[in-house]
Every structure is written in structure tokens, then in C-alpha cells.
């Protein structure tokens, strides 16, 4: 098999404990390289847990992860981060006190900002060069959302990790957002999108990971579970056509 068919990220019998509790009881997760993978679940299902996991936030305590044909179970996030992965928090994390290209800028990781990329997030995100000067602190929960997205992808990654990024935003800002990610699939960015805006990820998805109990219980093309409203219902408890 060529290497470029093989998957970019690999899960394997993964189970993550945080205390007392079994999170993860025995994961497997294909990324193929390129395009979109969606994961969804109810809540409390652990997709949060399987990011922060690959991540390396959180420690695999059985299984293996490999990423772009290397094993990074055991490997510290600083290190994982530098092979070319990229995490976006639901909680929308930023430094509060720095202002919006003090963000991009300490996620410039390889030099100084590079202008032609931030004119090109800042066309998606209008926003942020209105506030370039001001505190991340001072901005509303979708421009806090829209930071965090544009640190994640200031520079080029191999995957993005993103936890519900529509969450709480306008539709004019999903609008956006639906272009950034669109564009990212045309270049040699994978993403791994947990998300509960069903409308949302099935005009992106190309594969889809549905988790329940800690496990994945389907994997297949979002083209195959859009048109199935009974595998919906039967997976997620819900319709994706209900959700537009």
C-alpha cells in the first residue's frame, strides 16, 4: 500500500482513566490523510476525552496511538504538538491579557507571523483584524472562538484538532467558518471535528465516527449516515434532517 493510502492517525484499542473513572474503554479511530472526519456521540460519550488523549493532555492508559506513522502514546504534548498538530479547545481557550496578534504570534511557532496567511484567516474572519490591537480578554465568546481557531491554523499543520467550534457562534460566523474549513480541505490539512451542529458537519464531513460508552460504535462515510435517517436515529437517537 503507498503510503500516502495509509491513514495520517490510528487508534487502536485505546482506553484513557482520569481518577476513578474509565473513560475510553478501547477506542479505535481511523484519520485518513486529507478531507474532514467528524466524530459525534451523545454527551458524556468521550469524544472530548479521545482529543485530549491524542493530544497527549491526557494519558492513554492501554492501546496505541500512531500519528503519520509514528507512535506518540507516551509522548508529551509540546512534542506532539511540534510534529504538526494542532488543538482547539470547546472552551475556547486564550491568553486573555495579550492581545490578538500577541495570540497568533506565540502560535507562530516556526518564526514571525507570516502576513500572506493572516490576510488569508482574516478574510474568513473579518473581526479579528479590527480587534488585532485589542486584549483577547475584551472580545465575545465568538470572536474569543474565532482567535483560537486562527492560532490552531496560523501556520500549516498536518492535522487540526477541533472540539465544537460552533458552539454558541452567529450563523454569519458558522458561515465563515464552514469557508475556513473548506479551504483547509484543499491543502494538506487533515481535521478531526467534534461537533453537535449536524447541519454543520454533514455538508463537510467526508468520514464519520459515531462514539457511545466510551467506544466507536460506527465508522463509515457522512454521505451514507446523512441519507440514513433510520442508522441516525439508531446511532445518535436523532435525525440529521431535524438539526437544519
Not at 484543499?186 to 464531513?205: C, W, Y
Amino acid at each position: 500500500m503507498p503510503k500516502t493510502a495509509e491513514p495520517l492517525l490510528t487508534l487502536k484499542g485505546v482506553h484513557t482513566h482520569i481518577g476513578q473513572y474509565h473513560i475510553l474503554q478501547g477506542v479505535d479511530l481511523t484519520v485518513p490523510r486529507g478531507g474532514l472526519s467528524v466524530l459525534l456521540g451523545r454527551n458524556g460519550a468521550g469524544k472530548t476525552t479521545t482529543l485530549r488523549t491524542i493530544m497527549g493532555l491526557w494519558k492513554a492508559s492501554a492501546g496505541s496511538i500512531s500519528f503519520d506513522g509514528r507512535d506518540i502514546t507516551k509522548m508529551a504534548t509540546p512534542d506532539i504538538a511540534r510534529l504538526g498538530i494542532a488543538y482547539v479547545p470547546e472552551s475556547m481557550a486564550v491568553f486573555s491579557d495579550l492581545t490578538v496578534r500577541e495570540n497568533l504570534y506565540l502560535a507562530a511557532r516556526n518564526g514571525p507571523l507570516d502576513q500572506a496567511r493572516v490576510d488569508w484567516i482574516c478574510g474568513f474572519f473579518p473581526a479579528l483584524k479590527k480587534f488585532w490591537n485589542y486584549p483577547a480578554g475584551n472580545l465575545s465568546g465568538g470572536q474569543k472562538q474565532m482567535v483560537a481557531i486562527a492560532r490552531a491554523i496560523v501556520e500549516p499543520r498536518k492535522l487540526l484538532l477541533v472540539d465544537e467550534p460552533t458552539k454558541g457562534l452567529a450563523p454569519a460566523i458558522i458561515q465563515s467558518l464552514m469557508a475556513a474549513f473548506r479551504e483547509l480541505k484543499d491543502t494538506s490539512t487533515s481535521i478531526l471535528l467534534v461537533e453537535q451542529n449536524f447541519n454543520f458537519v454533514r455538508s463537510l464531513g467526508d468520514t464519520v465516527s459515531v462514539m457511545d460508552d466510551g467506544r466507536v460504535v460506527h465508522a463509515g462515510s457522512m454521505a451514507q449516515l446523512a441519507g440514513d435517517e433510520e442508522l441516525q436515529q439508531r446511532l445518535l437517537g436523532l435525525s440529521l434532517d431535524s438539526h437544519q
